[in-house]
Nanobody, 124 residues
Framework: QVQLVESGGGLVQAGGSLRLSCAASGRTFSNYIMGWFRQAPGKEREFVAAISPSGGRTLYADSVKGRFTISRDNAKNTVYLQMNSLKPEDTAVYYC?????????????????WGQGTQVTVSS
């Protein structure tokens, strides 16, 4: 099991930027695929982005492609989500998640460990 703690959320105006961080502990971070998901009020959780253990492969939801960038620093056991050109519809609680393996996966059920989430609010 790996423990995950997100940070970096907050209130930002439309068009602005935020960088989320997710610090991991407990297991060998570099063995894990890392993902970001989000859940808006009244909506189901949705996939945002994922990154391979080495950081060489990434996957994005169509809704964030070109605006968000996922990256990781295995030396710091941390995964990041750089969010640019934010829109009000990006408002949600953002969660990071971890799973062992090599195949990037968009389904939350395939991830084993989750953080507590960080709130992102984008005002219009």
């Amino acid at each position: 099991q790996v423990q995950l703690v997100e940070s970096g959320g907050g209130l930002v105006q439309a068009g602005g930027s935020l960088r989320l961080s997710c610090a991991a502990s407990g297991r060998t971070f570099s063995n894990y695929i890392m993902g970001w998901f989000r859940q808006a009020p009244g909506k189901e959780r949705e996939f945002v982005a994922a990154i391979s253990p080495s950081g060489g492969r990434t996957l994005y939801a169509d809704s964030v492609k070109g605006r968000f960038t996922i990256s990781r620093d295995n030396a710091k056991n941390t995964v990041y989500l750089q969010m640019n050109s934010l829109k009000p519809e990006d408002t949600a609680v953002y969660y990071c998640a971890a799973r062992l393996g090599s195949i990037l996966n968009t389904r939350g059920g395939q991830y084993d460990d989750w953080g507590q989430g960080t709130q992102v609010t984008v005002s219009s």
